[in-house]
C-alpha cells in the first residue's frame, strides 16, 4: 500500500498535530452566534479566532481556513467540510446571513471542537480494553459477493487488530472470535457488562452497488440530530446511552477514519466522510463508540483488494494505531478554556 500521496501525508498531519497533541494556540474569543431557521449558527470568524486560524479565504461559495498545518475547507450551502483532506459531514449546511458566514452551533460543539480539542473530552483516556465487534456472523451472513461474505472479512479483520493492540499492552475482547451468531443486543450487553473503562469498534464492510465504494465511519447520533440519510423524528430528541460520549465518539472515529484510510493509501479508495446514525450498537453501548465500514464489496475493485490478506492487514493496523494515538490525545490535559 503507497502512503505517498499528499492526502495521506496531509492525514497524517491532521491526526499528529491535532488529535495527538492537542491544537495548542487556542485564542481567547468572543463567539458570534446567530439564529437562523430556529437554530443557533457561530460565524466563521470566531471560529477563525478561536482556534487560531491565520487566514480566512473565499473564492465563490468555497471558504478555507488556514493555520499552521490545518487547512479547514467549507462550502456555503453544503453540509461536508474537510479537515486537512478527512471528510466530515455536517448536521446542517453552512450558511451565510448578510456579511457573516456559519456553522451550526450542534457541530461545532458535537464534531469541530472534540476533534480540534480532543485533550479537553472529560475522563476520554481513563480506559485500558477495547472491544472489537466483528459485524454479523453465523447465520446472518451479511453482504455477500462472488469472493466472499462480510462475516468473514470482519472477522478477520477484528483479529488481526486483537493482535496488533495486545501487543501493544491492551485488553483486548472480541464480541465473537469465530463465526458464530450474535443479536445486536447480545454485542450490546457484553459491552455494558465490563465494570471497567473501555472503548468499542464495530467492523463492517458495505454494500450499494458497483459504483458505491470508499471508506466510512459512524459516530452516534447526538440528541435532536437525525440519522444520517433521514429527517429528523421526535423520537431523535431522546437521549441514548451513548450520547453521553459524544464528544469522545467523534474523536475517536475521526482517529480511526483517518488512519486507516492512510493505511489503506489514497490510491485504493475513497473517503466517504466520518457521519452521524442510530445503529443499534452505537446508541446502547455506553463506552465510546464507532462503526467502521473498511470498503465496499459491491464494488469490482474494492471487491478483490479485499480478497488481499494485505489489504485486512491494512485496515485492522489502522484501527490498532489509531486507538494508540487516540488514547494519547485524549489522555493529554489542558487548563480549561471557554467552549463554545
Same mark, same amino acid.
Given at each position: 500500500?503507497?502512503?505517498?500521496?499528499?492526502? @495521506?501525508?496531509?492525514?497524517?498531519?491532521?491526526?499528529?498535530?491535532?488529535?495527538?497533541?492537542?491544537?495548542?494556540?487556542?485564542?481567547?474569543? #468572543?463567539?458570534?452566534?446567530?439564529?437562523?431557521?430556529?437554530?443557533?449558527?457561530?460565524?466563521?470568524?470566531?471560529?477563525?479566532?478561536?482556534?487560531?486560524?491565520?487566514?480566512?479565504?473565499?473564492?465563490?461559495?468555497?471558504?478555507?481556513?488556514?493555520?499552521?498545518?490545518?487547512?479547514?475547507?467549507?462550502?456555503?450551502?453544503?453540509?461536508?467540510?474537510?479537515?486537512?483532506?478527512?471528510?466530515?459531514?455536517?448536521?446542517?449546511?453552512?450558511?451565510?446571513?448578510?456579511?457573516?458566514?456559519?456553522?451550526?452551533?450542534?457541530?461545532?460543539?458535537?464534531?469541530?471542537?472534540?476533534?480540534?480539542?480532543?485533550?479537553?473530552? !472529560?475522563?476520554?483516556? &481513563?480506559?485500558?480494553?477495547?472491544?472489537?465487534?466483528?459485524?454479523?456472523?453465523?447465520?446472518?451472513?451479511?453482504?455477500?459477493?462472488?469472493?466472499?461474505?462480510?462475516?468473514?472479512?470482519?472477522?478477520?479483520?477484528?483479529?488481526?487488530? #486483537?493482535?496488533?493492540?495486545?501487543?501493544?499492552?491492551?485488553?483486548?475482547?472480541?464480541?465473537?472470535?469465530?463465526?458464530?451468531?450474535?443479536?445486536? #443486543?447480545?454485542?450490546?450487553?457484553?459491552? &455494558?457488562?465490563?465494570?471497567?473503562?473501555?472503548?468499542?469498534?464495530?467492523? =463492517?464492510?458495505?454494500?450499494?452497488?458497483?459504483?458505491?465504494?470508499?471508506?466510512?465511519?459512524?459516530?452516534?447520533?447526538?440528541?435532536?440530530? !437525525?440519522?444520517?440519510?433521514?429527517?429528523?423524528?421526535?423520537?431523535? =430528541? &431522546? !437521549?441514548?446511552?451513548?450520547?453521553?460520549?459524544?464528544?469522545?465518539?467523534?474523536?475517536?472515529?475521526?482517529?480511526?477514519?483517518? #488512519?486507516?484510510?492512510? &493505511?489503506?493509501?489514497?490510491?485504493? @479508495?475513497?473517503?466517504?466522510?466520518?457521519?452521524?446514525?442510530?445503529?443499534?450498537?452505537?446508541?446502547?453501548?455506553? =463506552?465510546?463508540?464507532?462503526?467502521?465500514?473498511?470498503?465496499?464489496?459491491?464494488?469490482?475493485?474494492?471487491?478483490?483488494?479485499?480478497?488481499?490478506?494485505?489489504?485486512?492487514?491494512?485496515?485492522?493496523?489502522?484501527?490498532?494505531?489509531?486507538?494508540?494515538?487516540?488514547?494519547?490525545?485524549?489522555?493529554?490535559?489542558?487548563?480549561?478554556?471557554?467552549?463554545?
Amino acid at each position: 500500500m503507497t502512503h505517498s500521496s499528499t492526502l @495521506t501525508k496531509r492525514l497524517s498531519q491532521l491526526f499528529t498535530l491535532v488529535l495527538f497533541f492537542g491544537y495548542a494556540a487556542v485564542a481567547q474569543a #468572543q463567539w458570534d452566534i446567530m439564529q437562523y431557521g430556529g437554530r443557533e449558527y457561530v460565524s466563521l470568524d470566531s471560529v477563525k479566532k478561536f482556534y487560531n486560524f491565520q487566514t480566512y479565504k473565499r473564492s465563490g461559495n468555497q471558504i478555507m481556513l488556514e493555520g499552521k498545518n490545518l487547512v479547514f475547507k467549507l462550502r456555503i450551502g453544503d453540509q461536508e467540510s474537510t479537515l486537512n483532506g478527512v471528510k466530515f459531514v455536517f448536521t446542517y449546511p453552512v450558511i451565510e446571513s448578510g456579511a457573516r458566514t456559519a456553522i451550526s452551533r450542534i457541530d461545532l460543539t458535537k464534531l469541530i471542537d472534540p476533534v480540534m480539542r480532543p485533550s479537553y473530552i !472529560a475522563n476520554a483516556g &481513563n480506559f485500558h480494553t477495547v472491544v472489537i465487534d466483528a459485524g454479523h456472523g453465523g447465520r446472518d451472513a451479511g453482504a455477500v459477493n462472488a469472493y466472499n461474505t462480510e462475516k468473514a472479512y470482519n472477522l478477520r479483520v477484528a483479529q488481526e487488530v #486483537q493482535k496488533l493492540l495486545t501487543a501493544k499492552g491492551f485488553r483486548v475482547i472480541l464480541t465473537r472470535s469465530s463465526d458464530v451468531y450474535l443479536t445486536l #443486543q447480545q454485542r450490546v450487553d457484553l459491552a &455494558n457488562s465490563l465494570k471497567e473503562s473501555a472503548i468499542f469498534i464495530s467492523i =463492517h464492510f458495505n454494500s450499494g452497488g458497483r459504483s458505491a465504494r470508499g471508506i466510512e465511519t459512524f459516530t452516534l447520533s447526538p440528541q435532536g440530530v !437525525a440519522h444520517y440519510g433521514s429527517g429528523v423524528k421526535p423520537s431523535d =430528541h &431522546n !437521549a441514548r446511552n451513548g450520547n453521553i460520549n459524544d464528544s469522545a465518539n467523534v474523536a475517536l472515529a475521526t482517529a480511526v477514519h483517518s #488512519q486507516v484510510l492512510r &493505511n489503506i493509501g489514497a490510491n485504493n @479508495t475513497f473517503d466517504r466522510g466520518i457521519k452521524r446514525a442510530r445503529f443499534s450498537v452505537l446508541t446502547g453501548v455506553r =463506552h465510546p463508540a464507532i462503526l467502521l465500514e473498511g470498503g465496499f464489496m459491491s464494488h469490482p475493485y474494492e471487491a478483490r483488494l479485499m480478497e488481499n490478506p494485505k489489504y485486512i492487514t491494512a485496515v485492522a493496523r489502522g484501527v490498532a494505531n489509531a486507538v494508540v494515538l487516540y488514547k494519547s490525545a485524549v489522555s493529554y490535559r489542558k487548563p480549561a478554556t471557554r467552549r463554545p
